[in-house]
């Protein structure tokens, strides 16, 4: 097969534009040894992570950080759930009932599985409590201590009684006890006298009567004292009777749970704290009679009595917040949803005949809580977009603790009395999944964030494409199809790894952006049942490439028809002076294309050098301004060591209304400009892109792929003429990736793709002429296109200095600088 070549400038292979993958090697032994573990492409990341989770220092946590699709959580989750394999269970976490201030629930820390224990252990001691203490205040023994107590203190106020009524009988009165007390009544012959008996006495007989009263009063008071204290220590004895009843009833219980936990100090303080609670609130068991004789307990929907006394016993219920009994070494939380509760827990609340109440069985953990002792992993947005979320969570890395507190009393919105729990003590890896833009955000506007996430894990798209990284890669690939679906063939896979390649738009790279991979594989899967196929051929993963373009190049349809149809004037064929088709690329959601447009230049007699007329119309870019400003860099180097440059040249994208940026078309503007100075016509049928510095040295540019095939698109829709062609950059033919269909056309001859590396190279290739070389004496070769140039440079630069000096032209500069003076 034979290449057109111009000169010495031979085009490229279609093995130079796209690199291939053997099928032959990925043979399923070949896979099969490819499956070493780990995240292709990652090595950095995964050391990174690695360290981190090794450093069991405060303050080194960890941020993930790279495009999304990579598989950076499936990265995190193999790291994590292998170090949390081999490290100890964390402890179990409980709230219970402070009786010494109940607004404040005690934290009490249990090896893991022990505080289910005690839960249901203080749970059986208080349904034994509330069943054992009412049969025991119904015994006979009790209702006989009672009786005797009782007794007692009733024989001492009727001999009490007796006493002051004799006293009272001879000092003239009788005693009546009333509700109001003891009255004195006056007695004349055995008779009662009413008030207005006593009224009708003479006053001598009242005097001595009153005075009796006064006598008898004093004895009235000192009785009532003696039975109050009497009463006193009957109710004392009663309690502690009572005290003593109940211990016998339950203290053998409590002393049976409190030697399971000898060994831990703040529970057996906190049974203690149940017995002598259960003691001080005996009339709550003893009222409990439903509950003892086996009856329903009320709910709320019962009596409010009876619904608040059910409540009143939840003060003796252990809340396990951190239940680690079933875990298997340290636990591995991703909370989806980090909003402020669900990460530091919550203190809900019910609905009680109108009122929202609270209690410890109420406390919730949140995410913390449940990573405690392991690792928590969370996507930063979700963190930063929800409401204090951020704050809560860098407080409780940096005091080492979580505070459950409502959101209400973080803002200081809250007036009502909660629950205030005691802080839990935190040892926990935080591991944040993000784009590196927001890592950079935060850590520039955070001076927390830089102490609290030391290390920093960076995901990268590509990885260097070699064998090994080619079956590394089919076999991620081949993982992903589904167990139960048709499995692809060598073909296939060697095609999807060609795939990544072109998404990453370099043939020594490759894209691990399994996410793609991942929708990719799907549609060929669907494309494969579609034909019926027991297994993925590497016709349905073309299939679904080609489906992915199809169904996103509308608009890229819409300016191939325009094309077509003459509306955009692209014509890939002739010459044509001063005018050249340059290479775009559309960036779109979803697609990019490229589509050429045509470079014209004019050039004529000034001071103005090269004007942008895009940017003058205000839509070149800063960038695109740059590479036209080259090009006057370019210039003088070239042709004005001899010579002032007298010139003045406007360059532009024709029929473009959108804005132009980037400098890959400074190549063919450069070109469009030496051909319109050397008057030589440039081949109309080979497109260009291409960067260029001042010393007329080609650069890469980016998109070449899209540039090459949307340029082919074009000439394919206008007709293949079998002349058409691209020039790029040769620093580019890495990056080579192209579509089938191109390379099928550059290897049948009926397209072209051509590598340069000056501005020289390129001119030969679309003129046919020879560049030329300027010789020690300062001059190049006749007949090249730099002579012509430089020639017509010259005669411009003899033009204008003849124009200065003529009459005119001096009467023209003395009235400007009149008009300037004025």
Not at 38 to 61: T, W, Y
Not at 111 to 125: C, E, I, K, S, T
Not at 293 to 303: C, L, Q, R, V
Request: glycine share 10%; charged share 25%; proline share 5%.
């Amino acid at each position: 097969m034979s290449k057109r070549s111009h000169g010495a400038h031979p085009e490229l292979t279609a093995d130079q534009v796209r690199r291939r993958c053997d099928p032959a090697a990925l043979s399923a032994l070949a896979l099969s040894d490819a499956l070493g573990g780990g995240i292709l492409g990652q090595d950095r990341a995964l050391s990174a992570i690695n360290l981190g989770v090794s450093l069991r220092e405060r303050g080194f946590n960890i941020f993930v950080a790279g495009p999304p699709g990579l598989g950076k959580m499936t990265a995190v989750r193999q790291v994590l759930d292998r170090e949390s394999a081999v490290r100890p269970t964390p402890d179990d976490w409980c709230y219970v009932h402070n009786f010494v201030d109940p607004v404040h629930p005690r934290a009490l820390q249990l090896p893991a599985g022990q505080g289910r224990m005690l839960r249901d252990g203080v749970r059986n001691l208080i349904a034994a409590a509330r069943r054992e203490i009412p049969r025991a205040f119904e015994s006979e023994e009790y209702i006989a201590g009672v009786e005797t107590i009782m007794n007692e203190m009733n024989r001492r106020r009727e001999q009490g009684l007796a006493d002051l009524g004799a006293r009272a009988k001879a000092q003239g009165f009788l005693l009546r006890v009333t509700p109001m007390g003891i009255a004195l009544v006056p007695v004349i012959q055995n008779q009662p006298l009413s008030e207005e008996d006593y009224t009708q006495l003479p006053a001598e007989v009242r005097a001595s009567l009153d005075l009796s009263r006064a006598k008898l009063e004093v004895d009235v008071r000192a009785f009532m004292k003696g039975m109050r204290a009497v009463e006193r220590d009957t109710r004392e004895r009663l309690e502690a009777q009572d005290r003593e009843v109940a211990l016998h009833a339950v203290g053998g219980l409590v002393e049976d749970l409190a030697d399971d936990y000898t060994d831990q100090a703040e529970v057996s303080a906190y049974l203690a704290d149940v017995r002598e609670g259960i003691l001080a609130e005996i009339g709550l068991f003893r009222s409990n009679h439903a509950h003892a004789h086996g009856g329903p307990s009320p709910t709320s929907g019962g009596e409010p009595g009876l619904l608040m006394q059910e409540r009143a016993f939840r003060r003796y219920e252990v809340n396990v917040v951190v239940d680690n009994g079933d875990t298997i070494g340290a636990p591995v939380v991703v909370e989806s949803n980090p909003t402020y509760p669900n990460l530091i827990g919550r203190i809900e609340r019910e609905a009680i005949f109108g009122a929202l109440l609270t209690d410890l069985t109420l406390i919730r953990p949140g995410a913390l809580h449940r990573a405690n002792g392991g690792f928590l992993v969370l996507r930063v947005e979700d963190v930063l977009r929800a409401p204090l979320t951020w704050g809560a969570l860098e407080r409780s890395l940096r005091e080492g603790a979580v505070v459950i507190e409502d959101a209400g009393e973080a803002f200081g919105l809250s007036s009502a009395r909660g629950l205030q729990p005691d802080p839990i003590p935190l040892d926990i890896k935080v591991v944040l999944v993000g784009d590196p833009s927001t890592f950079n955000l935060v850590h520039s506007l955070d001076p927390d964030f830089r102490q609290l996430f030391k290390v920093r894990a960076d995901f990268d798209s590509i990885t260097a494409r070699t064998p090994e990284a080619e079956a590394a890669f089919a076999a991620t690939a081949s993982t992903y199809f589904r167990p139960d679906g048709p499995q692809p063939t060598p073909p296939a896979l060697a095609l999807l790894v060609e795939e990544s390649s072109r998404m990453a738009d370099d043939q020594q790279k490759l894209a691990v952006h399994f996410g793609r991979l991942i929708e990719l594989i799907r549609e060929a899967e669907h494309w494969s049942a579609v034909a019926g196929s027991s297994e993925v051929r590497e016709d349905d993963v073309r299939r679904a490439v080609e489906q992915r373009i199809y169904r996103s190049a509308l608009i890229q349809e819409r300016l191939r028809e325009m094309i077509q149809r003459g509306i955009l004037l692209i014509r890939p064929e002739g010459s044509a002076v001063g005018q050249v088709h340059g290479l775009a690329v559309v960036g779109l959601t979803d697609l990019q294309f490229g589509h050429p447009s045509r470079i014209t230049a004019t050039v004529g007699l000034g001071r103005e050098g090269v004007i942008d007329i895009d940017r003058q119309a205000e839509l070149g870019g800063h960038i695109h301004t740059k590479g036209v400003l080259i090009l006057s860099g370019y210039l003088a180097d070239t042709y004005a060591q001899d010579k002032p440059l007298a010139l003045t040249a406007r360059l532009v994208f024709e029929q473009t209304y959108d804005g132009v940026e980037g400098d890959s078309a400074s190549l063919a503007e450069l070109l469009a400009l030496l051909s319109r100075l050397a008057d030589v016509s440039l081949d109309q049928a080979i497109a260009v892109t291409g960067s260029v510095n001042q010393r007329g040295e080609v650069q890469a540019v980016g998109g070449v792929n899209q540039k090459i095939e949307g340029y082919f698109d074009a000439c394919r829709a206008l007709g293949m003429s079998g002349k058409q062609g691209v020039i790029l950059p040769a620093s580019n033919v890495e990056n080579l990736m192209l579509r089938e269909d191109v390379v099928a056309a550059i290897a049948d001859g009926t397209f072209h793709v051509h590598a340069v590396r000056t501005v020289d190279e390129a001119l030969e290739i679309l003129t046919g002429q020879s560049a030329g070389t300027r010789s020690p004496g300062g001059e190049f070769p006749l007949g090249t296109v730099h002579r012509r140039v430089d020639d017509r440079l010259r005669s411009f630069a003899d033009a204008l200095r003849g124009f200065d000096a003529s009459p005119t032209s001096r009467q023209n500069g003395k009235m400007r600088e009149a008009h300037t003076a004025r």
